[in-house]
């Protein structure tokens, strides 16, 4: 049971990339799905997810230029980003998580992918 991120990189500003996370072992049908991301000294901070019920959020710096999709048929989700700035560079994580009740919860994240903006 695993995702696995792809599609980082090398991109200018104003440039786009498109990341996917490839889930393995269970299928994103029930699950919350997100994207978070890590800058150089900074921490963990949320990106764009599609909640449970259907509702799509972004975070303030980057409404208008990304978005967030799933393809629960590939058990894929993505994110477009396009406009990219400098300040967008990072180390890109996926998440899927859904509640099993009682409390309990599973929690599954990619291993990150780098995305650089840069000119």
């Known amino acids: 049971v695993q995702l696995q991120a792809s599609g980082g990189g090398l991109a200018q500003p104003g440039g786009s990339l498109r990341l996917s996370c490839a889930a393995s072992?269970?299928?994103?049908?029930?699950?919350?799905i997100g994207w978070f991301r890590q800058a150089p000294g900074k921490e963990r901070e949320g990106v764009a997810g599609i909640m449970s019920g259907g509702t799509t959020k972004y975070g303030d710096s980057v409404k208008g230029r990304f978005s967030i999709s799933r393809d629960n048929a590939k058990r894929t989700m993505y994110l477009q980003m396009n406009g990219l700035k400098v300040e967008d560079t990072g180390v890109y994580y996926c998440?899927?998580?859904?509640?099993?009740?009682?409390?309990?919860?599973?929690?599954?994240w990619g291993q990150g992918t780098l995305v650089t903006v840069s000119s």
């Open positions: 998440n899927a998580d859904r509640s099993l009740g009682g409390g309990e919860w599973a929690d599954y």
């Open positions: 072992g269970f299928t994103l049908d029930d699950y919350a």
